[in-house]
Structures are given as C-alpha cells and as structure tokens.
C-alpha cells in the first residue's frame, strides 16, 4: 500500500488523475483521523466530538443542535446522541433559547474551556510529525484549498 500512495505522490501534476488525488486524500484523511482519535482516547472522545467541542469554543454564546447537525452534516439525531455522551462527561450543558423555545443551545460548561485548550494543544503538537516537511505556507494554502472545496460543495 505504502509504495503506491509513494508512487502516487512523486507523479509531475499533470499525470495525476482524479483517482490518484481520490486516494492521496483519503490517506491523508485516515492518516488524520486516526492521530486524532489516538489522542482523543485519552479523554474517552471520538474526532466528531472533538468537532463539537471545537465548535462550541468558537462559539462561546452556544450552538442549536440543528446548527450543530447541518456544519457536521448529519442527521440531528446523531447530534443528539453525542450531546448526550458530552452531557454525561460534563463537558456541555442545555440551556433553554431565548429565541427559540423549542430549542435549547448547547454550550461548554467549565470543564469543558478547560479541557478544550488542553486536548488543541496535544493535537497541534502531535500533528506536527504529519506536516513535517510542508511550509506554513503550503499549509496554509492547503486549508484555503480545502475551504474553498466545502464551500463550493454547499452552493
């Protein structure tokens, strides 16, 4: 497997085909996904809930579960079902909408800002080893990439 994605990956661009950059990607996802989840286990979390916490630290005054459910792109019974896993760590807290009220925000509670910065921090640090080598320009230019990619998608 590893000599081909090396194969795949010294290719000039121009002989790269739609199923090579399909594979390149789903490596990097899986290559991603599970360094993530490595260091999740440690705080008995998975990446989808770690994309809710990071969510709801970027948004301090809280989140519908529906908001919640349409940036992941799930169904909001899956929503849910992991606020309720985060609600049981005592990471998140339901709080009624006062705009809404048959909705409620899912918002941090204190120990979920604490445990936030700690979990990014691990993270940042651990991925490091899978960037080695890429400039924070490339970097940078590859997450414009990918932005751009998902907001085209949603049009």
């Not at 085909?17 to 991603?32: D, E, K």
Request: aromatic share 6%; hydrophobic share 40%; proline share 3%.
């Amino acid at each position: 497997m590893f000599s081909i994605i090396k194969k795949i990956a010294t290719l000039d661009s121009k002989k790269l085909t739609t199923a090579h950059v399909g594979v390149l990607q789903a490596y990097a996802y899986r290559a991603l996904k599970a360094e993530t989840d490595e260091h999740l286990k440690e705080y008995g979390l998975i990446s989808s809930q770690w994309a809710v916490l990071g969510m709801l630290w970027a948004n301090s005054n809280g989140m519908q579960s529906k908001e919640i459910a349409h940036i992941l792109g799930v169904k909001k019974p899956y929503v849910t079902s992991m606020t309720n896993q985060l609600l049981e760590k005592g990471l998140i807290v339901l709080l009624p909408d006062k705009n809404d009220k048959r909705a409620h925000l899912v918002k941090l509670t204190s120990k979920g800002k604490k445990l936030v910065p700690v979990i990014e921090k691990k993270l940042r640090k651990s991925m490091k080893g899978l960037v080695k080598g890429v400039s924070p320009r490339d970097l940078i230019g590859y997450m414009k990439v990918i932005k751009s990619i998902s907001d085209n998608y949603k049009k």
